[in-house]
């Protein structure tokens, strides 16, 4: 048992230890994250710290963010060879992987229709998001069409989602939806609501899995050493831990 009224650091539970983070942008210089090679070598070394084990990076791909799969793989690769060229004998690196965060608009359903996707975490599933205020005029459709196509979609970062209410997150969960969550938003990084939301979350067993959505070197800190976590938070993490 944890102490009780005692407040805990993420890096401190055990949750990432030998984890999974399955979303990031630590892909620099393609989207609103990372800006340079030397800030994602610097997060790669806080998730060593972490005890990481997969550290997928999930750039942003969107109508207004309109990067190419293939050119993304490009860039993954330079940052892989760059990293594997820090690894000291006997120092565990992070496994790298490319995914994507796909925003649900025109671009995203044109390219389902055309382009083989990335998926992230597991081999068939997607990571998907929506604006944070407004849903897409036909998500249910297109949700139907990234099963339809053989994929199963993850959506990030629902509790940070203003137009959802707790009916529409049980419709989700019910209709197969797979739900991320953000780290951070345990924190209350995002605002009051997005912390109750995700506790909320938690506490109902709706979360499939979990990322830090780092986009600065700042923000990882703070994700890792911001001792505010408390002994329920830590006991329902510790059971979502794949």
Not at 26 to 35: C, F, Q, R, S
Not at 112 to 126: G, H, K, N, Q, R
Not at 150 to 163: D, F, N
Not at 215 to 240: A, F, G, P
Request: proline share 4%; charged share 25%.
């Amino acid at each position: 048992m944890w102490p009780f009224g005692k407040k805990y650091k993420l890096i401190d539970i055990g949750l990432l230890e030998g984890g999974t983070d399955c979303h990031s942008h630590l892909l620099w210089g393609v989207d609103d994250g990372i800006k340079t090679l030397e800030d994602t070598l610097a997060c790669l070394h806080l998730m060593e710290e972490a005890g990481i084990q997969h550290q997928w990076l999930t750039p942003h791909i969107m109508e207004d963010m309109p990067n190419r799969e293939e050119d993304l793989k490009v860039r993954f690769q330079h940052v892989c060879e760059a990293y594997a060229a820090e690894a000291k004998p006997g120092h565990r690196q992070v496994t790298l992987h490319l995914g994507a965060e796909y925003m649900m608009d025109n671009l995203f359903s044109e390219r389902l229709e055309s382009t083989p996707l990335l998926t992230t975490y597991e081999s068939e599933t997607v990571l998907v998001e929506t604006s944070t205020v407004f849903p897409p005029l036909n998500m249910d459709e297109i949700f139907v069409r990234i099963k339809e196509k053989g994929y199963r979609p993850i959506l990030a970062h629902p509790e940070r989602y203003i137009y959802m209410k707790e009916s529409d997150y049980k419709d989700l969960y019910f209709k197969g939806i797979l739900l991320q969550l953000n780290l951070p938003s345990l924190l209350g990084s995002y605002g009051d609501m997005e912390k109750a939301k995700a506790e909320w979350l938690l506490d109902h067993g709706m979360y499939y899995t979990f990322g830090t959505d780092t986009h600065r070197v700042k923000q990882l800190e703070l994700t890792l050493y911001k001792k505010c976590l408390s002994e329920k938070v830590v006991e329902q993490l510790l059971n979502l831990k794949r």
